[in-house]
Structure formats: C-alpha cells, structure tokens
C-alpha cells in the first residue's frame, strides 16, 4: 500500500525537518506531500532540500495563506493524482507523533477506509489541554454526533488517514468546510459514501523534546473556542439540512 502523508504548512521551520525524519523513520516506505503556504520563514525551501536525501518527498507550494481544508484537499488531489493508495492527514508541529503513524494506517490493510486517532476512546487523551478546550472538543464531538448521527467519538481529529478508494467517491470541490468542521464534513462524507470507519487510540503523552511547538491551552482562550465552536454548528447544521431536504441520500445516516 502507498501511503501518503500530507502536511500543511505555515512557519514550522522549527519543526519540518524533524517531523520529515520522524515519518520517515516509522513509515519508510510512504510518501511525504507538505503543502505550504507561502511561509515566509523558509519552510518550503527547508523541505526541499530535505527531499534531496530522503525519499519521495516533495512540496506544494502556495502562494498564501488558504485554510486547513483546502491544504488537505489540494495534498488528497495530489495524491489521488499520483496513484497513492492512502491519504493521511497529519500536523507538522508534533501535536502527532510520527510514531503513531504504523497503528494509524493498519486498519487500512483490514477492509477500513477511515482511520481516526481518537481522543476520546478508551485509552485515548490530550492531556495537556486546558478545561475550556477540552469542553471545546468535546462539545463540538456531541454536538456533530447528535445532529448528524455520525456514530464516531472523535470526528474532530486531525489525525487520520483515508483510503484512496473513499476519496475518490467524494467529491472533493463539494466539502466546504475548514478547520474543526473540516474534519466532521469529512467524517460526514466518508459514511455518506458507504465508508467502513475506524478509531484507533491516540494521546499526546510521551512525546518529550518532540513538542517544540505544540499548541497549548493558552492559546486558544475561551472567546476564541466559543468562535470556533459556533463555526462548528454552523458546519453540522448546514450539513444536517443538506440531509432533510433530500440533497443527500438518507440513507447515509448512520443509526
């Protein structure tokens, strides 16, 4: 299976030449698409050089500033455009562990083709966020779940990968959605298309030295979380009324 790990990028100069061999290093074999957008701190070109030593390793370049989604729906296209069996969704500033990549794209050899690195499993945790964040995730989970019926913990995370086979039955220039509620209208399509989902345990501890610039709780005060929670209902209900007046099958809903 040929597995592509996609990176969006902005300013991680810190941190892009570690995260690079750290994928390397669990995942020898796989691709390495790092989408940047426009870092004015030299990241694409630190990426270039890299791919001089490391295999299969490239860069996208972008002129500005775009959004999450559109990052990861531009490196899904690349991918399915260079015939990658597998797409995976991955941060650069080591909030995922390189690690976890091997458990993460597994169940994809099984039949599955969704593999979330849940939160909120058994096992699963984040446990250097603040209350307020943490209410942040887990409300916008509840709420995605009570809404759209999505059956999953963590349709939230960031951490993923997707058969090719999925991404290609969706159409990519219909999701509409960025950040937080980028990853519930992927986890929405994914179902709505008949995708066989998974959630394999993830959590943040033991990463060490790994976290140079991971996101903590003071940065994201809560006014901010409100905001990004509102987006959030604004992503599910739009998607919930795409459900009732019929522009998606009913049937994609999942009991």
Known sequence: MRVLVVVPTYNEAENVERMLDGIHAALPEAGILVVD???PDGT?????????????VHVLRRSAKSGLGSAYRAGFRWGLERG?????EMDADFSHDPAALPGLVAPLSDGYEV?????YVAGGSIPDWSWHRHLLSWGGNRYATVVLGLAVADSTAGFRAY?????????LDEVRAEGYGFQIEMTYRAKQHGAAITEVIFG???????LATAITSKNIPVVQGAVVLIG??????NLAVDLIVGTVDPRARIA
């Open 37 to 39: 957008d426009g870092s």
């Open 44 to 56: 694409a070109d630190l990426v270039e050089t890299a791919a001089k030593a490391l295999p299969d």
């Open 84 to 88: 990658y069996d597998a797409c995976v």
């Open 115 to 119: 593999s979330i690195g849940s939160r």
């Open 163 to 171: 058969a090719a086979s999925v991404l290609r039955r969706i159409d």
């Open 204 to 210: 943040r501890a033991g990463l060490g030295s790994y």
């Open 232 to 237: 959030i209902g604004y992503v599910v209900i």
